[in-house]
């Protein structure tokens, strides 16, 4: 079974500054997938990023990019220049590929971010 | 649009009162899955569905049913609601086997509290 480690329950940070977001997971497989979760106030699950594990290149959006580290397990997400929109829950998850009929993602438990204006 | 929609969005219940929660997909998704979120647990699995009349447990699936007559629909029936079943629920559909299941679209979330 998998499991996903958010070590951070809350964080806070200055409007236009970085801030990264740790998560760890483990895992017997060797081929699956990580991604991070953005939860808003509104309650909406919204897809931030997504990282395949068999790509050693860190997947980038715009402001968010991730750091991972396949042999410590690592999957941290990085928030540039950062926004009171950032301001939400964020969950790291992960799914196993291949796993024919259910995609199911194992979640962390959160880390809720607070910009400050 | 395309969207997964859940009704009720908010529901407060006593127990042992029968209650469903419906959720819609309009993508043609094969697979479709329920999850519960609690403070400091994260999203659980509960039940699943990769295709009409095929589901199965997840990791929570006490005290819930589930059923998939048509492919876009996947009621989450909660038979005799007890108050450890407050929370908040979420259902997710997507494409199902390797091609492309890797990204689920959730829908809104239905807040469930149960006295």
């Known amino acids: 079974a998998q499991t996903v480690t958010q070590s951070q329950p809350e964080m806070s940070v200055q409007e236009a500054e970085t801030v990264t977001l740790s998560c760890t997971y483990d895992?017997?497989?060797?081929?699956?997938?990580l991604f991070w979760y953005k939860q808003p106030p509104s309650r909406q699950m919204i897809l931030v990023i997504r990282?395949?594990?068999?790509?050693?290149q860190n997947a980038t959006e715009n402001r968010f990019s991730v750091n991972f580290q396949k042999a410590a397990k690592s999957f941290s997400l990085k928030i540039s220049d950062s926004q009171l929109g950032d301001t939400a829950m964020y969950f790291c998850?992960?799914?196993?590929?291949?796993?024919?009929?259910?995609?199911?993602?194992?979640f962390g438990t959160g880390t809720r971010l607070t910009i400050i204006p | 649009e395309a969207q997964v929609t859940q009704n009720p969005r908010y529901l407060i219940t006593v127990t042992g009162k029968k209650l469903t929660v419906t959720c819609s997909q309009n993508?043609?998704?094969?697979?479709m899955s329920w999850y519960r979120q609690d403070p400091g647990l994260g999203l659980r699995q509960i039940y699943y569905?990769?295709?009409?009349?095929?589901?199965d447990k997840g990791d929570v699936p006490e005290g819930y049913k589930v059923s998939r007559k048509e492919k876009r629909n996947f009621p989450l029936i909660l038979e005799s609601p007890s108050p450890n079943q407050t929370s908040l629920y979420f259902c997710?559909?997507?494409?199902?086997?390797?091609?492309?299941?890797?990204?689920?679209?959730f829908g809104a979330g239905s807040r469930l509290t149960v006295l």
């Open positions: 990282q395949e594990a068999y790509k050693q």
């Open positions: 895992t017997s497989e060797n081929n699956y997938y």
């Open positions: 997710a559909s997507g494409l199902a086997g390797l091609s492309g299941a890797n990204v689920l679209t």
């Open positions: 569905s990769m295709n009409v009349e095929v589901t």
């Open positions: 998850a992960f799914m196993k590929r291949g796993n024919f009929g259910n995609e199911k993602l194992t």
């Open positions: 993508m043609n998704h094969e697979y």
